[in-house]
Structure formats: C-alpha cells, structure tokens
C-alpha cells in the first residue's frame, strides 16, 4: 500500500507492507520483492520515499560489505530474510534508516513474543535523503499489532528551491525606444505635462527621478519580466539519458572510493555522455529537416514560426468587456434539469428571466474580470461519488467523483472557455470537446487504419495507454505554464486561476456527508471549462511526442498509439510514459493494453519499463469494440442485444 503526499512543494510517498514469513515457499517471497520493485520503480526519481514494513527477517549488527546501505545497530545475527532487504536496499539505492542510531537494544527490539526478541520491522528511505531523518527507534510500551511495537523516525524534509522559471524578474523600462525621434519627442512633451507645463526640472533628485522613472513607464512600457529560455531539450533521447544516469552512478562510485579506476571509468562516460549529445542533436536536426520538406512538414514550420512570433511578444494584451450576445450563446449552452451546487440557483432561473438575466450577467461576469475575483459562493462544491458499474463496490478507485459546482459560474466557465478557444490552437489529434470532432471520428479513423493493415496482410501494433486519475493529477502550476505557452493572455491565465484559488468541497455519499476541505491539485471533475484546460495541458506535453493522425490519438486521457513494429510502438509508449510522468501524473500499468492487428505469429507484448503490458483480442475503444482481426462483428453482436 503506496501514498503520496505533497508537502510544501516536496513529494512524499509513504509505502507499506508485510512480507511473507521465514517457512513460505521461496516462490512467495520472490513474488513480494517483485512487486515492490515496481512500486519503487513507479516512483519518480526525485520524490521522496519512506517505507515502512514487516519485513520478517533479521538484517543483524554485522554490516562489513553493506556499509553504503545499513549501519551496525541492528539485531543479533542476520539470516536470508534479512538479506533480502539488504539486497532490496542495494537495488533502490535505498538504506535501513532503524540500524543507524545508536539505541539501547530496548529500543531497537520490534518483535517479542515470549523468550523472543528480534527486529523484523524497518522503516527505509532512500539514501540521498539519509541526512533528513534525525532519530529513529522504538517506542517502548506501544503496539500496534500483537507482538509488535511501534518504530517511528523524526524526518525533516528540505524543502526546495523555487525553479528557475517561477523566479520573478524585475520589469525594466524600455529606455532603448528613446533612440526613436518620435518617442523621444512624446516623452519630453509627457515629462513637460507631469512637471505641470514647467520646462525646467525640480531640484531635488528624489522628486526629478520619480517623475522621470513614471513617465518613462507610461511612455515607452516596460519588459514582460520573463526570462530568458532555459536550453533547448527537445532532442533529447533514450540513450542521452541512459548515459546521463551512467555517468552519475559512475560519479557517485568515484566519490565513494576515490579509485585511480573509478576515476577513469567516470573520465570515459564524462566523454560518452558529450558524443552522445552531438549525436542526439545531429540526429534530431536531421529528422526536422526532412520532415520541413514534405508536405506535412509545412504545417510543423507554420507551428514553429507562429509559436517563435508570439513567444517574442507579451500576452498583456488589452482584453475586451463581455458583451450580452456572449452571455446568450453561453446561457443558450446550458442544459436544464442538471444538478445544482451549494448556492441552489439552476440555470433554469436565469432563462427564465429572459434578458433582464442577459443584462444582469454581463454586468456581473464584467465585474469579476475586472477584478478578477468571484463571489466566494462560487468556490464551494459538492462531490457526489459515483460507482463505475465494475469492480469492488468497496474499493474507492471504482469511482468517479463528479463536483456539483454552481450553475452561474459554469456560465461563466462557459464565456471564458469560448474567449480561450479563439486563442488556442490544439493540435488536430485531439477529438475531446474539439468542434465538428466526436468519438465517431476517432473510432471510424482507428477501424479504417485496422481495415488497411487487415487487407494488406500486415501486422498493425496498438496500444491503448490510460493515465490515472488524470485530471485530479493535473498540478496547477504545469496548468498555469500551459497556458501561457499556449499564448493566452495574462488576465485569463489570472481569471482561471482565481477559479481554483481557495476552492473547497465536501464529499456527499448515502450516510450524509463529510466537513468541508480544500482542494488544492487537480481540475474541478464537472466543471464546464476543465476539458477545455485538461486538452490544453495534453496539447503542451505531446508536443514533442506524439505522431501524425491517425498514429496518434487522444480523446481527453484515453490515448492510442499506433506503430507498424512492436518495437517502434514500445519506444512511442517509453516516450508517452516519460512525457507526463515527469510532472506528476501516472501512465497505469494496469489498464494500458496492446493490441496486435492482423498477427501473423506469436510477437509477445510491449514492456513498459520491464513490465508487461496486457495483450487482448479486442478493446472497448471510446465505448465501441475492436477486434485483433480487424472486424466489427462483437461491436453489431452488442448493438443487436441493445
């Protein structure tokens, strides 16, 4: 059992278990340490880890050879159990955090049970954050289970630096405009006017500077405050970072045992890592050149200069009033008889009152963009949990939790969605809430590339990749950057991001319903706006990923990858894991399936990181059935019963 907690911008994720006991079959025991490979393997490199467990074995006082991973505090004499966790701590360059500090054997004994007295329960974490806990031990008259006793550990977490990115700079003057006769003469004539039609300049400085300072401002404008673009990555590649983690384990050898051959070893992947680079780079010009050539490469170099045009200018643009034919488009968008949220207005009364309600919103939805604040009602929310019709009905993750939000700010969810739509551009592989695109269109798209491939008697490998809790995993700040990537003006990015300042909920469920808590990660699940930023998001983190359609669509979080090799499909899927997962969300190995077109021969499965992916026969796909075979005859069979 894995949680993940986010504490003052750190990521921390807790992990429990109980490992099978010294007379189990050795076969059981190898299964647990697999399955807890891969929830460490799930686990993003720079997050935090602690694990807590009964690990049912003995890791002793000796540590001669295992130094790097467990002090010399332990237990009595070690036996194989033990050496497992050893082991398992050398893999996950993890370490023992409960046998490096000195206690009196009282407080390292977790296990009596009669004359018996043992350590078998660790807590753990990686050794890079070993310096981060300051006491761990025994609490001597605790327990938690029979015949067990609480180990706790004091941990302080070192909270990081802002990045680069989310450090403001100061907005300077544009004082090189002066060169310019015209805006030279504009700024003597407004100086003039600031000094009340006076020509000659106050005498005291502090009183000249600022009048000077706020003309200058007013007259030539200032910088947009943004820095200047970190280096280019967009080459990057599987070997580059291969290399890149190499040399640092190399690194991290050499500063261990200052060797004249770990010093050596650490010269030459220094060197590999640089070739590697220069490759990466070479080839990846290569590939944009040709691609820049064929007529598909028009629309790539009609991207990269539009995006290259707007990235060399602000977004402060000035943002018109909202006008009445926009409230009447939007009201007129708004389906009756739906649910209503905490303030009990539904949209049905302000179609009721007709234009009166016209005039009323404008004035009202002019004033929040004004201020770029809404009514604090707005901000509470109901979230109703509903069972997906499968699975555990115990089990939460069976659910889907839908917020029932106020009707008058979906309205006005609504009027910010369609501004942000004549802003925004999303790349044609998306068919989720995107105009004159469905589910049909991708369906029909995936089935008639099927048919091609069936037809010409060759293989057609797919994968169905799902991402987890995809839109409560969103992190706002990479929301926020998004956006404003995507160009849209500042005082929007502002406007929505006031939409989930301060936001609260409670959880309604058929025994009543719970306190209310904040909810500080994630998009609002029913909100109006939320697909729109959630195609926003996938739209910037696919950039550099995805592939032409019909290879590559996505209809909100469900994907599908197609490649006419099971190799080249397993290097597309590495590549769409990295690309989310690499801000906080998570591709599920659970329910990402491969599919295999037209097989010929047994070809296996894609692997993810080692793990299998599960190969089916058929796929629901966007709620219709496809076959391996490439008919559609499961698809009419259920339409029939229907």
């Known amino acids: 059992m894995s949680l993940k907690l986010e504490i003052e911008g750190v990521m921390l994720n807790v992990v429990s278990g109980y490992a099978p006991q010294v007379g189990c079959e050795l076969e059981?025991?190898?299964?647990?340490?697999?399955?807890?490979?891969?929830?460490?393997?799930?686990?993003?490199?720079?997050?935090?880890?602690?694990?807590?467990?009964?690990?049912?074995?003995?890791?002793?006082?000796?540590?001669?050879g295992d130094e790097e991973v467990m002090g010399k505090f332990g237990v009595k004499e070690g036996n194989l159990e033990g050496q497992m966790v050893v082991d398992f701590a050398k893999r996950m360059d993890m370490a023992v955090v409960s046998t490096y500090f000195q206690k009196r054997e009282?407080?390292?004994?977790?296990?009596?049970?009669?004359?018996?007295?043992?350590?078998?329960?660790?807590?753990?974490?990686?050794?890079?954050?070993?310096?981060?806990?300051?006491?761990?031990?025994?609490?001597?008259?605790?327990?938690?289970?029979?015949?067990?006793?609480?180990?706790?550990?004091?941990?302080?977490?070192?909270?990081?630096?802002?990045?680069?990115?989310?450090?403001?700079?100061?907005?300077?003057?544009?004082?090189?405009?002066?060169?310019?006769?015209?805006?030279?003469?504009?700024?003597?004539?407004k100086l003039r006017q600031a000094l009340g039609g006076q020509v000659v300049l106050p005498d005291d400085w502090e009183t000249t500077a600022e009048v000077i300072r706020e003309t200058g401002r007013k007259v030539l404008g200032v910088s947009s405050g943004r820095r200047k673009e970190d280096k280019e990555t967009w080459w990057w590649n599987e070997e580059v970072q291969d290399s890149i983690q190499r040399k640092r384990l190399a690194k991290k050898k050499w500063d261990m045992d200052r060797t004249e051959e770990n010093r050596q070893e650490y010269k030459e992947l220094q060197c590999r890592v640089k070739r590697e680079v220069s490759k990466a780079k070479q080839k990846a010009y290569d590939e944009l050149y040709t691609r820049l050539d064929t007529r598909e490469g028009e629309k790539d170099l009609y991207r990269l200069t539009r995006q290259r045009d707007r990235d060399g200018k602000d977004v402060q643009?000035?943002?018109?009033?909202?006008?009445?034919?926009?409230?009447?488009?939007?009201?007129?968008?708004?389906?009756?008889?739906?649910?209503?949220?905490?303030?009990?207005?539904?949209?049905?009364?302000?179609?009721?009152?007709?234009?009166?309600?016209?005039?009323?919103?404008?004035?009202?939805?002019?004033?929040?963009?004004?201020?770029?604040?809404?009514?604090?009602?707005?901000?509470?929310?109901?979230?109703?949990?509903?069972?997906?019709?499968?699975?555990?009905?115990?089990?939460?993750s069976n659910y889907r939790g839908i917020k029932l939000m106020s009707h008058t700010m979906k309205l006005w969810e609504r009027v910010v969605e369609a501004r942000l739509r004549k802003v925004v551009e999303i790349c044609e592989q998306q068919y989720d809430f995107m105009p004159r695109k469905s589910t049909t269109d991708a369906i029909f798209a995936l089935r008639i590339l099927m048919e091609k491939y069936r037809d010409g008697q060759r293989e057609l490998h797919c994968v169905f990749v799902d991402l987890e809790k995809a839109y409560d995993r969103v992190p706002r700040e990479e929301l926020w950057y998004c956006m404003r990537k995507s160009g849209v003006a500042e005082k929007y990015v502002r406007v929505v991001q006031d939409m989930y300042e301060r936001s609260r909920t409670v959880v309604r469920c058929a025994v009543g319903q719970t306190v209310e808590f904040k909810v500080e990660?994630?998009?609002?699940?029913?909100?109006?706006?939320?697909?729109?930023?959630?195609?926003?998001?996938?739209?910037?983190?696919?950039?550099e990923v995805r592939q032409e359609s019909p290879w590559t669509m996505m209809f909100a979080d469900d994907i599908v990858i197609c490649s006419e090799s099971r190799e080249q499909v397993e290097e597309n899927l590495e590549r769409w894991r990295f690309a989310p997962e690499r801000i906080g969300m998570k591709v599920s190995r659970s329910k990402t399936e491969y599919m295999c077109v037209n097989e010929r021969e047994g070809s296996g499965t894609v692997r993810l990181q080692g793990e299998e992916m599960k190969k089916v026969q058929e796929f629901k796909y966007l709620g219709s059935t496809v076959q391996s075979n490439g008919e559609c005859g499961k698809e009419v069979e259920k339409r029939v019963q229907a």
Not at 33 to 40: F, I, K, N, P, Y
Not at 365 to 383: A, T, Y
Not at 522 to 529: D, I, K, N, R, V
Request: hydrophobic content about 35%.
């Open 106 to 189: 009282e407080h390292r004994v977790t296990y009596k049970s009669g004359g018996r007295r043992t350590q078998v329960d660790y807590i753990l974490c990686r050794r890079g954050n070993l310096k981060e806990i300051s006491d761990c031990k025994v609490v001597v008259g605790e327990r938690v289970a029979r015949q067990h006793r609480m180990v706790v550990c004091r941990m302080t977490l070192m909270v990081c630096k802002k990045k680069r990115s989310e450090i403001e700079i100061e907005k300077k003057t544009k004082w090189w405009k002066l060169k310019k006769e015209d805006c030279c003469e504009e700024f003597r004539q």
């Open 28 to 64: 059981e025991k190898e299964r647990f340490w697999s399955e807890l490979d891969e929830v460490m393997e799930s686990i993003p490199t720079g997050e935090r880890v602690v694990i807590g467990a009964d690990f049912n074995g003995h890791v002793g006082e000796e540590n001669t």
């Open 317 to 396: 643009q000035k943002v018109d009033k909202i006008r009445k034919d926009e409230v009447r488009k939007a009201l007129k968008r708004m389906k009756s008889g739906k649910a209503v949220g905490p303030d009990d207005i539904p949209v049905k009364v302000w179609k009721c009152l007709g234009e009166a309600a016209v005039e009323f919103l404008t004035s009202l939805f002019n004033r929040v963009l004004e201020s770029e604040k809404m009514p604090e009602e707005w901000r509470r929310s109901v979230l109703v949990p509903i069972f997906k019709n499968k699975g555990d009905v115990q089990s939460c």
């Open 521 to 543: 990660v994630g998009l609002h699940q029913g909100s109006a706006l939320s697909p729109f930023l959630f195609a926003i998001v996938m739209d910037q983190l696919s950039e």
